[in-house]
């Protein structure tokens, strides 16, 4: 499985400024390449479509120019419809021409919401974006007429050619789906390697039974870890706002679920925007020597930065 990150970033996009670097973690909000494989078969998975998406964009097609891809075949998940998760969508071009193939998955949101197309529709309705959702020609099912719009369940299992992906529950205001991806093995099982993803998730006190089937048997796992503890619990100067109920975790929530569920590697995500490289480095070094003096260390812990690949 490949994994590649196109933005980190949680809330609000935030570029380096003077006096304020975010080039080493990134600025872009959320926007994960995912590539899976079983025999001579890859699938391209993209989670969510933060403003990471528009440089995947711009990837994809000087692939399809190079003559590396005959179309851009790929299988959007949106993790939810908060508007760090969908305001790159409009900027992703592989979407306006006509040729590629372009499915969406998300959750089935309760009436008020009505479902994803509708969701969308709202965003990208030709006043607030100049083009409406029915002008994006690549918005089709990978097999012909096949539904281009897929509203999925929290604990739906949904089997592609090489990975099956579960959608797991997770705690945030409006709801969030988890996705879990599991490759085939050899023997053509979905048993092979794991990836799982909670880009935004609040894991309150103990693990989350939740998380923790998110995460069993993760080769990567990647949770939210937006805040430090001070900021979460509303004790950190200048900032006397509590941000508990706001649907985001801790660096160290995130260290615990990812210890008691056995996950190889934790990438931690969703950073903050007041948070610049510096305070995520000393963020990132915290965490590690938390880690380390836990009775069952994560064998790696990292900051998800914009630009990291990761292979497993
Ligand atoms: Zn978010
Ligand atoms: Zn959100």
Request: contains cysteine.
């Amino acid at each position: 499985m490949y994994f590649k990150c196109w933005g980190c970033r949680g809330s609000l996009p935030s570029p380096a400024t003077m006096g304020f670097d975010t080039r080493r973690y990134g600025g872009n909000t959320t926007c994960f390449e995912i590539r899976t494989r079983y025999q001579d078969k890859e699938e391209l998975f993209i989670i969510d479509m933060g403003t990471g998406i528009f440089r995947l964009g711009n990837k994809l097609i000087e692939e399809l120019f190079s003559g590396r891809a005959q179309s851009i075949r790929a299988r959007l998940f949106i993790t939810h419809i908060h508007l760090d998760h969908t305001f790159g969508m409009g900027f992703f071009a592989p979407l306006f021409m006509p040729g590629n193939h372009i499915e969406f998955y998300t959750l089935q949101m309760p009436a008020t919401y009505g479902n994803l197309n509708r969701q969308l529709s709202g965003l990208y309705d030709g006043i607030q974006f100049p083009r409406h959702l029915e002008q994006m020609p690549s918005i089709g099912g990978l097999n012909g007429n096949h539904e281009a719009f897929h509203d999925v369940k929290f604990w739906d299992s949904l089997e592609f050619d090489t990975v099956k992906v579960d959608v797991v529950e997770l705690n945030h205001p409006q709801g969030c789906a988890g996705w879990r991806f599991q490759e085939r093995g050899a023997a053509g099982n979905y048993d092979g390697a794991v990836l799982s993803v909670a880009t935004d998730t609040e894991h309150f006190d103990a693990t989350n039974p939740k998380v923790q089937k998110l995460g069993r048997e993760a080769n990567l796992l990647i949770l939210d870890g937006q805040y430090e503890d001070d900021e979460y619990m509303g004790l950190a100067p200048n900032r006397a706002d509590s941000k508990q109920g706001w649907g985001h975790g801790t660096p160290r929530s995130c260290i615990r679920e990812a210890s008691a569920c056995g996950a190889q590697r934790l990438g931690i995500t969703h950073h903050d925007p007041s948070h610049d490289d510096r305070t995520l480095a000393r963020m990132e070094s915290r965490a590690k020597r938390y880690n380390r003096r836990l009775q069952q260390p994560v064998p790696e812990v990292f900051f998800l930065r914009e630009g990291m690949e990761i292979s497993f």
